[in-house]
Nanobody, 114 residues
Framework: QVQLVESGGGLVQAGGSLRLSCAASSSIFSANPMGWYRQAPGQQRELVAFITNGGNTNYPDSVKGRFTISRDNAKKTLYLQMNSLKPEDTAVYYC????????WGRGTQVTVSS
């Protein structure tokens, strides 16, 4: 079972930036398409960024142009650079493979104040 540990969240003012990291425990990380997900209170978890094992990316319109997903397969680490943050980005952020088959980590809290 792959363990995932997210970090890098925090409290930031609207317009600010954060960089999230997700460390995976297994080298099978490199063979998997990966996603960053978020869950706001009372909301369903949603995918906010996707990257193939080859590095192609995709984003929903809500974050396109503001968020950038990347990966370092040698370090088994996934990143999410978040710029121009908005209060509606406030949520717990998680990573997982695109098929969501690995055990979810604890996530990292991102709070954006207005």
């Amino acid at each position: 079972q792959v363990q995932l540990v997210e970090s890098g969240g925090g409290l930031v003012q609207a317009g600010g930036s954060l960089r999230l990291s997700c460390a995976a425990s297994s080298s099978i990380f490199s063979a998997n398409p990966m996603g960053w997900y978020r869950q706001a209170p009372g909301q369903q978890r949603e995918l906010v960024a996707f990257i193939t094992n080859g590095g192609n990316t995709n984003y929903p319109d809500s974050v396109k142009g503001r968020f950038t997903i990347s990966r370092d397969n040698a370090k088994k680490t996934l990143y999410l650079q978040m710029n121009s943050l908005k209060p509606e980005d406030t949520a717990v952020y998680y990573c997982n493979n695109y098929f969501e088959t690995w055990q979810w980590g604890r996530g990292t809290q991102v709070t954006v104040s207005s």
